[in-house]
């Protein structure tokens, strides 16, 4: 029995660090896709189409005025660009935002300040409403956090004379990128993201996603598929699959960077991965069976459905933390060291593979490899930090739909008292991360204890990591705020 107990252990721990290891060179092959940018611009057009630019907005009373005015600087021709403040706040942003709006019309901008009684369907009901009161052939979309630079239309909207493309999406930038450890993991892992996988997966003809911000989609577009829907907490990945789906292409401009705010403590941070992770799963839910059923080349599908299920390396980061230890005394109770080769190959693999990625994206953006070398440590002690709390989002997404849309808190001040009015700490359930970082801890003291020295620099990371992460999340609850601001 004892035997028969002991191959399931080793069976598990080796089928979810083989699925790691998979998911991890999967990244790889991205970079590997990658190619040189053509650096090809489509002519202006003959005749600009008119845009309708849409500010949803939700409390948020230093960003939201900012972004208005860089809007209303678009080098846009006037008669052909109209502004939708889409405010849902409850607080004094809609006072300020109509100061501004007011300002602004006295000058000739086409701007109006939509409210709704009911926050209805959250961003998804906001920008849907808005549409309904549009005149725009194309639709741009910028969260309140976000800074455009006034060619950005100028630069977007000529892709859009290629009638088969659906959405255009710009990469993002950080202008808190500096600020601290966290910010600066937070930034290298979007790079990745943008730089990278949207990169790659735009020049192979495969799938990727609208950002909920910094991007235009055509009009019809947003109708053909089905409108926005709020059946999920990523309305953008949800109608980005739809409108692909129905043919709609969507192209990725790398160089048309717009810059934007990161948050700055952890749990904003973790408010706004639990909502895009949850919201993954929810969309893997509601359209993973539609992608499979699709007639499409079956690269594309395969690549979909990783994209999708990425999210599940949150849960098996998890069960690879709980089965480390017991895997490792097994084999060294056995004396077995045959699978030593197999471990050392398979997380160097998967390290190699992230740290490739990593230093690809930087590469593309003209940024030290270096600096991004020196964070890959702490890049990935985050990561198994955050895996509990991203494991817990994406069985949430899974098994139920929706979800309140909890805004992310940004500031583009260091905060202070003032302005922890606005933006108190997102109280987060800590419980299940104080047990699994306290079992982690308990398997730390086993291995040094039982001798099994060579866990131990496995057991490091995840212990660091877990406590990190914990740590900061409890550290607002103790008085000790500008430990969790500034990790």
Known sequence: MAESLGTGVLAAYYGVLGLLALYALHRLLLVLFLRRRSGRVPAAPAVWPRVTVQLPVYNEVWMAPRLLRAVAAFDYPRDRLEIQVLDDSTDETSARLAAVVAELRAVGCDVVHLRRELRFGYKAGALAAGLAHSHGELVAIFDADFLPEPDFLRRAVPHFADPGVGMVQAAWGHLNRERSLLTAVQALLLDGHFQVEHAARHQSGLFFNFNGTAGLFRRRTIEDA??????????????????????????????????????????????????????????????????????????????????????????????????????????????????????????????????????????????????????????????????????????????????????????????????????????????????????????????????????????????????????????????????????
């Not at 692909?244 to 934007?260: A, E, K, T, Y």
């Open 226 to 487: 089905g409108g926005w829907q709020h059946d999920t907490l990523t309305e953008d990945l949800d109608l980005s699959y739809r409108a692909q789906l129905r043919g709609w292409r969507f192209v990725f401009l790398p160089d048309l960077v717009v810059p934007s705010q990161l948050p700055a403590d952890i749990a904003a941070w973790k408010g706004q991965q639990n909502r895009w992770t949850r919201g993954s799963a929810q969309t893997l839910r509601k359209l993973g069976w539609r992608v499979l059923r699709a007639r499409l080349p079956w690269r594309i599908k395969l690549e979909s459905m990783v994209h999708l299920t990425n999210n599940l390396c949150y849960p098996l980061m998890v069960a690879l933390g709980a089965l480390l230890f017991p895997a490792m005394y097994l084999r060294h109770q056995r004396g077995d060291w045959r699978f030593v080769a197999i471990d050392a190959g398979l997380f160097a693999a998967a390290t190699l593979s992230l740290v490739v990625f990593y230093l690809g994206s930087q590469a593309a953006l003209g940024r030290s490899r270096w600096r991004a070398l020196a964070l890959q440590l702490p890049l990935m002690a985050l990561g198994i930090g955050m895996s509990w709390h991203n494991a817990r989002a994406t069985l949430t997404g899974l098994f139920r739909r929706g979800g309140v849309f909890v805004r992310t808190p940004k500031n583009p001040h260091r905060v202070d008292d003032d302005d922890l009015a606005h933006y108190q700490p997102l109280r987060q359930p800590v419980l299940g991360e104080l047990l699994y970082c306290g079992y982690l801890v308990g398997c730390t003291v086993l291995a040094v204890v039982l001798g099994v020295w060579w866990a131990l620099p496995f057991l490091a990371l995840f212990v660091a990591g877990s406590m990190t992460v914990t740590g900061l999340t409890l550290a607002p609850r103790f008085g000790w705020r500008q430990l969790a601001q500034r990790p």
